[in-house]
């Protein structure tokens, strides 16, 4: 008999324990109860990004958060056609003219840096504050994370989390395949996605096939999608198609480089954590 009572004992204890955490809630103060919400959002955040990330080692969205804000503004606005061209392709299958054009013009130390290239984002937070266009600090890494997973706003707490996407994609993917995502998703006109789906628009053909004029003209294309286009090239336009043509002409880009390479253009750079702690001084 007393073993039996100790079974039912033991069950009900269980159960206590089972539902203690509920139970606690109703007894929490408010600063408990918010100080409880804010950890298991934190924690329940970290899990979600981490298994976002994890996923796009194979797969690739096919709609991104920016590719959703395009098409509401666009049948929002009667003056823009809706649209939405995007073609995935490997990164086997897109020219080394397009990797070469965009690294000599969108981040030179893609291939070294950890994700960030704190000289640059130095120099555009200085060239912002003055009030002169500059461009901007993002590195290739960065605008990955931005447009994979991201809509476009100038708020804040994006940069942040953008940052952390930023950590997760260096880590998790490797520069391949960095690079491979930044090519198909990468917005290149009015509803135009990917270098595929570009280089069908302008040129008629695929993007294996592009030149090192038309790699070019397409990376210039990127700072402002919406307004800058192959087919419509100002003079400005055309001058900075040379100089992009020109960094090109300096070799390949490896993005396999030696540890030796990483070892030489890492010792210049500096890390994010410096960023900050420079940031934070300047407030």
């Not at 704190?118 to 590195?139: E, L, P």
Request: proline share 4%.
């Amino acid at each position: 008999m007393e073993k039996v009572l100790d079974s039912c004992n033991c069950q009900e204890d269980s159960r206590e324990r089972r539902f203690c955490g509920f139970r606690r809630w109703r007894y929490l103060r408010w600063r408990g109860r918010v100080w409880r919400v804010i950890w298991l959002s934190g924690l329940s955040l970290f899990f979600f990004t981490l298994l976002q990330v994890v996923l796009g080692i194979w797969f690739l969205p096919t709609y991104t958060p920016l590719m959703l804000q395009r098409s509401v503004e666009q049948m929002c606005r009667g003056d823009r056609a809706l649209r939405y061209e995007c073609r995935r392709v490997s990164l086997e299958d897109i020219s080394p003219n397009m990797i070469n054009a965009v690294v000599a013009a969108e981040d030179g130390l893609f291939p070294y840096h950890r994700g960030f290239d704190v000289k640059q984002m130095k120099i555009a937070y200085r060239g912002n504050k003055s009030g002169r266009k500059f461009r901007g600090g993002s590195t290739i890494s960065q605008q990955t994370a931005k447009n994979v997973f991201l809509p476009h706003t100038r708020a804040m707490w994006r940069k942040g989390i953008e940052a952390w996407y930023t950590v997760l994609i260096e880590r998790l993917w490797g520069k391949e395949r960095i690079m491979e995502a930044y090519l198909n998703v990468i917005e290149f006109g009015d509803g135009i996605y990917g270098v595929e789906a570009a280089s069908q628009h302008y040129f008629g053909h695929s993007a294996a096939k592009l030149s090192v004029t038309e790699a070019a003209q397409l990376a210039v294309t990127l700072p402002s999608p919406l307004k800058r286009n192959p087919a419509h090239q100002t003079p400005f336009y055309r001058r900075q198609v040379q100089a992009v043509k020109g960094r090109m002409a300096r070799g390949r880009v490896n993005l396999h480089p030696t540890e030796k390479q990483i070892r030489r253009h890492a010792d210049s750079q500096e890390g994010i954590i410096d960023f900050l702690i420079w940031y934070l001084k300047k407030k």
